[in-house]
């Protein structure tokens, strides 16, 4: 038993320690942060550019299949509001 509580303060003890050093990294990971929201919108719009076109080939040409390239856009469209749901989640979240 005076194991326990002897670990326990020590560890009560540590513990500010640890908090401190970690402290200094915080500048650091919100530049990160900051650049990525920066960059984040422009990827996606290239992403999105890049999509469309490859879905554009059922809209147009010999072969062309609208019920195919409408399905194929929605499902690119849904795949891209997932991704920025969750990045404005992430950015949401306080570092």
């Keep these: 038993m005076k194991k326990s509580v002897y670990f326990s ?3 009560l003890m540590l513990s500010p320690a640890l908090f401190a050093q970690i402290g200094g990294i915080e500048d650091s990971v919100q530049d990160v942060s900051n650049t990525i929201r920066n960059v984040f919108p422009i990827l996606l719009g290239i992403i999105f550019l890049v999509g469309f076109l490859f879905n554009a080939g ?3 040409g ?3 299949d609208l019920k195919k390239g409408i399905t ?10 997932a991704v920025v749901g969750i990045f404005t ?7």
């Design 9 to 11: 303060i020590i560890l």
């Design 58 to 60: 059922h809209f147009f």
């Design 62 to 64: 010999e072969n062309a």
């Design 72 to 81: 194929r856009v929605l499902v690119f469209v849904l795949i891209a509001g």
């Design 89 to 95: 989640y992430l950015v949401t979240i306080v570092v």
